[in-house]
């Protein structure tokens, strides 16, 4: 009698291969599918949560954005070391020349201020000075004049006003000052140095500002905009996230062009109420040709963990209302812009943010602990080269980029914790930025330039934003 025949399973090795097959298809579609979404996981997290929330796994998705961030954001910042970029110790560059004004108490330097001549060095004598009970200290409309101290650390100017100095008269300087917001209510002390109209030509060098929503304001007066200023060498931060549902950016320049905003030490600009979404540095409004390099913007590095969103570096921020445009219209919020050769960290959002910017420059930053770039709108057009960014580069709603020559990491090996470009650094989460190993250069690069501590690159410069960080240190 003839046996029957038997079904044979297939083997093990076929179905553990087209297992293996499977798990590969399903990996390669979840990360296609991440990267075109090139949403970096401190990004995903919030999206998954409201999601989650909105089918009532409310405890789940606020499990999925924590976990999703800190994989994403690491160890906090440590303090930061003393640095070449910032206010220094020593004055920056000759004193300013002409007819010394000695201030030694607040009705002397309101008296200064409003009177001053052209060429006036309004001095104050070492001490602290505060001033309250009038909207802001009026300059006047002189020219050319210096508000001083003679030497950095020896002057403090306690502000309990909406704003401190109102700049409307051209090529005022002010150096040297330690200035602190001092209002009980936060909202209440909006800027340190608003410049408007007629100040062009404004320079604010070697201060330390503190505690303002935003300590530098530029912005035009509907027919008189406040072109070619320099903020240079400043430090400038805030001891707690700002208590007002008002604009906080370190630097918010609206509708001036061919600015100079360099050599600054910007951090902790949080916002607690309305949007919460806060700004480094940031200009727009229609102006043209202004330039942000060689800073170093630490979003959190004291308060880390506030709520909301902070944005290292942005050209066109928060956008600008037809009034504020430069001409009453904004083609573009910003058009020929540099962003050169900044160090930008510790960002709950992204590093370097572009919303309606033509023909922007973005050269040898490095950027770590953000989101990365993000260049939006269709008015937005970048180059975007040379660059350290620990996150993805991505553009959206139309925007161009040529973005051929930088070292940048997916969002699909964020997501598994990894941060390759961390490792470059001795230790990055303590901001000892020295090479690991021998630096990444790039070919051939004519007139690179300075790099951020200051020393001329070489014609094959390392990525990023300097070549040896010792060189950007004090000591």
Not at 238 to 255: C, H, K, P, Q
Not at 327 to 349: F, H, M, T, Y
Not at 365 to 385: F, K, M, Q, R, Y
Not at 441 to 459: N, Q
């Amino acid at each position: 009698m003839p046996k029957k025949s038997r079904r044979r399973s297939p083997p093990f090795k076929k179905i553990a291969i087209a297992l293996l097959l499977i798990v590969v298809f399903i990996a390669a579609a979840i990360a296609w599918t991440l990267e075109s979404m090139a949403l970096p996981p401190r990004q995903l997290g919030p999206v998954l949560e409201g999601r989650l929330a909105g089918a009532g796994l409310t405890g789940l998705g606020a499990w999925v954005a924590r976990t999703f961030n800190e994989r994403d954001r690491g160890a906090p910042l440590a303090a930061l070391p003393a640095l070449r970029v910032g206010a220094q110790a020593l004055s920056i560059g000759p004193a300013s020349a002409g007819n010394v004004v000695p201030v030694e108490h607040e009705e002397a330097a309101i008296r200064a201020l409003e009177k001053a001549q052209p060429g006036d060095v309004i001095t104050f004598a070492p001490g602290t000075y505060r001033f309250n009970g009038r909207p802001y200290l009026a300059t006047s409309s002189a020219s050319g004049v210096t508000v001083r101290a003679g030497r950095p650390g020896t002057v403090t100017l306690e502000f309990e006003l909406r704003e401190g100095f109102l700049i409307a008269s051209p090529n005022w300087t002010f150096e040297n000052l330690h200035i602190r917001g001092t209002c009980d209510v936060q909202a209440g002390c909006e800027h340190a140095f608003h410049v408007i109209g007629g100040g062009a030509g404004f320079v604010a060098r070697n201060n330390t500002v503190t505690d303002f929503n935003t300590p530098f304001k530029i912005d035009g007066n509907g027919s008189a905009y406040p072109d070619n200023g320099v903020i240079e060498h400043n430090s400038i931060r805030n001891t707690s996230a700002r208590d007002t549902v008002g604009s906080v950016s370190a630097i918010e320049l609206v509708a001036a062009s061919n600015w100079a905003i360099r050599a600054n030490l910007v951090s902790d600009f949080a916002k607690e109420k309305g949007d919460r979404t806060s700004y480094g540095l940031q200009a727009r409004g229609g102006g043209k040709g202004n330039r942000i390099e060689r800073n170093v913007v630490v979003c959190e590095q004291r308060l880390r963990g506030a709520p909301g969103l902070r944005i290292g570096v942005s050209l066109g921020g928060a956008g600008s209302t037809v009034s504020q445009c430069r001409g009453k219209r904004c083609a573009a919020e910003q058009d020929g812009g540099v962003i050169d050769a900044n160090l930008v960290a510790s960002c709950s959002d992204e590093g370097i943010h572009l919303q309606r910017a033509a023909a922007t420059a973005i050269t040898h930053n490095t950027v770590l602990d953000t989101a990365g770039v993000a260049v939006l709108s269709p008015e937005s057009s970048a180059t975007i080269h040379g660059n350290i960014i620990d996150g993805r580069i991505v553009a959206r709603a139309g925007a161009a980029i040529d973005a051929d020559d930088n070292l940048d990491t997916g969002v699909t090996r964020l997501l598994t914790g990894a941060h390759p470009l961390r490792a470059l650094f001795v230790a990055a989460d303590s901001m000892n930025l020295r090479w690991r190993g021998d630096p990444p250069r790039r070919g051939a690069v004519p007139l690179a330039g300075a790099d951020l501590c200051g020393t001329t690159r070489p014609t094959d410069p390392a990525y990023g934003a300097f070549e040896d960080f010792a060189a950007c240190l004090t000591n």
